[in-house]
């Protein structure tokens, strides 16, 4: 009666559920566990349902490649999540949906791949035109949330050494995109060579694209913003307040917007958006008693991270030292401070404090066929 | 041409509902077929008397809702609705998706999600919905690994 009804029924009842009922429900019979793996859910529900928030995924940054920890927001849970069917340790790089795009740390020159932990699926991306060490990477999801949950995408690679014509390296200047729609790379532009310089030595890989703006943040102080308009072949750099004091900083997209997110010593970690004229409002500030929680005796707030999706921020530090959360919550329009424990233990074993690197996604048992 | 808006549906146990035109059409199939028939629909299935009464009572409700914005009252009404067993559950399924009903449709799928959910391990929803375990070994395997992460 149940166990054979018909996969676009079925397939609109699983789209009600959490991706961890989803995970029971497909383990009762084949019907079922077919119809996950062949009928595409929609997620129009996605965006309106408080059960398919984003989940924080943290990837250890050392003893890479065997597990990782992610957090479910819905139920205040951490799950253990193997990743022994990675070919090479990796680092993330950015996420797309269900997806997250990886660089993999044995190889010096840039490699691309996507990879879904939930399929236990991995997949190289082609090699660019142009080898190079060390570019900026930069990712724009073409279709919207509603398509489903492997949205079309275009990666672009700016800055970064190559090998110049007569032997040694050079700061390359060619701007490279990936199109998932044809898995092709194309040369697209080119980056002015200040601004090659310092994607290449300044920056970490996570850009946010923000109003048809790519936007990048140098890793370290004196902290500065680099843009490329896309469509208008256009960079442009910015300063952030308090540049040179901000001990940690991070770009982020909220409600569309760009938003840093930075602490200084002697004051609160902040929160601002990017307004007219490319000045900063600021819009919030860390509550001192979660801020001085997650620093945990501490005063620099170096160590901190931090990374958001569309409705929420993460601050974080190591798996066990719990984050600070500023979420939207479910009447829109208003946001609220949370405080989430760290990971201690998973099924009763102990979890090592590990120094983590946390990126979002919507997790999804459908398998992608890029 | 008619004296009323009334369309006359005859059930296959061949029970015959008067219902109000702008209520039978919230059903996409007798819409269709009676732009085809013009005023009476054959429902030529399984429908037994209950599930029909439930349908008509249910489109009734959300065209008269439709002038009032009452959001809890509906949701109680529909929550008491769909409390009943498995098996009218079904019943109400198999009717909704036949007769092409999308909000009772929208109801039905959502109140099966939460008893899914509402479970707490695969052998739960195995026992409430009477579904076999018909994998073979080694299939079971793969699911397992792919699931070890929820282990709870």
């Known amino acids: 009666m149940w166990s054979n009804l018909p996969f676009d029924?079925?397939?609109?009842?699983?789209?009600?559920?959490?991706?961890?009922?989803?995970?029971?429900a497909r383990s009762t019979c084949r019907h079922w566990n077919s119809c996950v793996d062949t009928y595409p859910i929609t997620t129009s529900f996605i965006l309106l349902s408080l059960h398919h928030r984003a989940w924080f995924l943290a990837l250890p940054t050392r003893n890479r490649g065997q597990h990782c920890y992610v957090y479910n927001p819905v139920i205040d849970n951490w799950h253990l999540l193997s990743l022994d069917f990675l070919p090479d340790p990796v680092r993330p790089v950015a996420s797309i949906g269900a997806l997250i795009l990886v660089r993999p740390t044995n190889c010096t020159v840039l490699q691309l791949a996507l990879c879904n932990p939930f399929t236990r699926q991995f997949r190289?991306?082609?090699?660019?035109?142009?080898?190079?060490?060390?570019?900026?990477?930069?990712?724009?999801?073409?279709?919207?949330?509603?398509?489903?949950?492997?949205?079309?995408?275009?990666?672009?690679?700016?800055?970064?050494?190559?090998?110049?014509?007569?032997?040694?390296?050079?700061?390359?200047?060619?701007?490279?995109?990936y199109d998932s729609t044809d898995d092709t790379w194309h040369v697209v532009g080119f980056v002015p060579t200040e601004f090659a310089v310092r994607l290449t030595v300044w920056t970490p890989n996570e850009s946010v694209y923000s109003n048809g703006v790519l936007y990048w943040m140098?890793?370290?102080?004196?902290?500065?913003v680099m843009g490329y308009e896309i469509d208008g072949h256009r960079w442009r750099g910015f300063g952030v307040p308090m540049a040179?004091?901000?001990e940690f900083a991070a770009l982020l997209c909220r409600n569309g917007g760009l938003t840093l997110v930075g602490g200084a010593s002697e004051g609160e970690a902040c929160i601002w958006e990017l307004k007219e004229g490319d000045r900063w409002g600021l819009i919030e500030k860390v509550p001192m008693e979660m801020g001085r929680k997650l620093l945990g005796g501490k005063r620099s707030w170096g160590s901190i991270k931090c990374v958001g999706s569309e409705e929420a921020i993460y601050l974080y530090k190591e798996l066990g030292s719990g984050m600070v959360v500023w979420r939207e919550m479910e009447e829109k329009a208003r946001w609220a401070w949370f405080w989430i424990e760290g990971c201690h233990?998973?099924?009763?074993?102990?979890?090592?404090?590990?120094p983590i690197k946390g990126v979002f996604l919507h997790p999804n048992l459908f398998p992608f066929t890029f | 041409m008619l004296l009323s808006k009334n369309s006359a549906l005859e059930s296959k146990d061949n029970e015959i509902f008067e219902v109000e035109e702008s209520i039978a059409i919230q059903s996409e199939l007798i819409k269709t077929m009676t732009t085809m028939v013009n005023s009476k629909a054959y429902v030529n299935e399984r429908n037994q008397m209950v599930p029909e009464a439930r349908c008509r009572k249910q489109a009734n409700y959300h065209v008269e809702q439709n002038n009032k914005i009452v959001d809890e009252e509906l949701s109680d009404w529909e929550s008491k609705f769909f409390e009943v067993d498995m098996d009218d559950l079904h019943e109400l399924f198999m009717a909704a998706n036949?007769?092409?009903?999308?909000?009772l449709l929208n109801g039905v799928t959502k109140r099966v999600g939460d008893f899914i959910k509402a479970c707490k391990n695969v052998e739960v929803i195995r026992q409430t919905f009477g579904i076999n375990n018909d994998f073979a070994a080694q299939q079971e395997e793969e699911i397992r690994k792919l699931n070890s992460w929820n282990h709870i």
């Open chain 2, 98 to 103: 036949y007769l092409e009903i999308e909000s």
């Open chain 1, 345 to 354: 233990s998973i099924g009763g074993n102990q979890v090592p404090n590990l």
């Open chain 1, 244 to 246: 040179d004091k901000l």
């Open chain 1, 124 to 177: 190289y991306l082609p090699m660019s035109n142009i080898s190079r060490t060390n570019p900026a990477v930069g990712v724009v999801t073409l279709d919207s949330v509603q398509h489903g949950p492997n949205p079309n995408f275009r990666v672009y690679v700016a800055g970064g050494m190559s090998e110049a014509p007569r032997g040694g390296a050079m700061y390359e200047l060619k701007l490279e995109m």
């Open chain 1, 218 to 224: 140098t890793s370290a102080r004196a902290y500065s």
């Open chain 1, 9 to 24: 029924v079925l397939a609109k009842i699983f789209s009600f559920l959490s991706p961890d009922s989803l995970a029971r």
